[in-house]
């Protein structure tokens, strides 16, 4: 049975309105995990090191993908920045609105275009280089940003390498990856709250290696990571 009943917006909703909710991530494989939505409403001053020196590279225009409730967006916003927040959720734009962003769309990544304007900063945190998927997807997207930003144009992407694991679970997870032709963690899951589902969706993890393989001829180029070593790191993408 198809499901999507936006588990992750109303998780959002419910966080938002002080109810405890926790996110319940189902990999299509069978495993199970999961995580403190209130984790998504963290202040600036609780952010890890990493994205905390990574607003520094903020400038201009700012385009967030997949902004959730706005903790990135509205921190910026703050900070005098003009930031458009995108989700595809209803509910965590909703939130995000509520929370005082003032621009904020329902919105999946690949509908983004050049009808949303010129940006001069792209911003993917929270892990959201994974919102590419895979290699082609990745690729293409890349391309139709590059046509998006303007001659200084830069994107702010968050991952974590998936190799830096002793996880077997994990470890079995990307050899069956590998076998198939795909990334070590080319991920397909689902949220799950309370009683919703969410639909099945492929998300990416990747090596700081690996992500210079998909940036490959598609006009970018990595300037710096935050930090350099570690599980969990930002890259500075700039045009190339």
């Keep these: ?46 952010w890890p090191p990493h994205q905390q020196e990574s607003m520094d590279y903020v400038s201009g ?9 706005g903790r990135h967006a509205i921190h910026l916003q703050q900070k005098g920045f003009d930031v458009l927040g ?11 609105r509520e929370r005082g962003l003032r621009k904020a769309s329902v919105l999946n990544v690949t509908q983004i275009s050049f009808r949303l304007g010129e940006f001069d900063t792209l911003l993917m945190m929270g892990n959201n ?5 895979n290699l082609k997807r990745a690729r293409w997207l890349l391309r139709k940003m590059r046509n998006m930003m303007s001659s200084n144009g830069r994107i702010i992407a968050e991952s974590r390498d998936p190799h830096a694991t002793t996880s077997k679970a994990h470890l079995d997870y990307h050899e069956s990856n590998r076998r198939r ?38 006009g970018w ?18 045009k190339a």
Excluded at 31 to 42: E, M, P, Q, T, V
Excluded at 86 to 96: N, R
């Design 61 to 69: 225009r700012v385009l967030d993908i997949g902004c959730g409730p």
């Design 1 to 46: 049975m198809a499901h999507n009943d936006d588990a992750y917006g109303r998780m959002m909703w419910d966080c938002h309105r002080g109810i405890p909710a926790q996110e319940i991530v189902e990999r299509d494989d069978g495993f199970i995990s999961a995580g403190k939505s209130s984790d998504y409403f963290k202040p600036f001053h609780e």
């Design 181 to 218: 032709g795909k990334f070590s963690c080319q991920l397909r899951f689902r949220i799950r709250y309370e009683r919703y589902i969410d639909a099945w969706f492929e998300y990416l993890m990747v090596s700081r290696k690996e992500m210079a393989f998909i940036l490959e001829d598609t």
């Design 86 to 96: 995108i989700d595809a959720s209803t509910l965590a734009v909703k939130v995000a």
């Design 129 to 133: 280089f994974g919102l590419f998927g």
């Design 221 to 238: 180029r990595i300037s710096r990571f935050i930090p350099e070593t570690g599980a969990v790191y930002v890259a500075i993408i700039d």
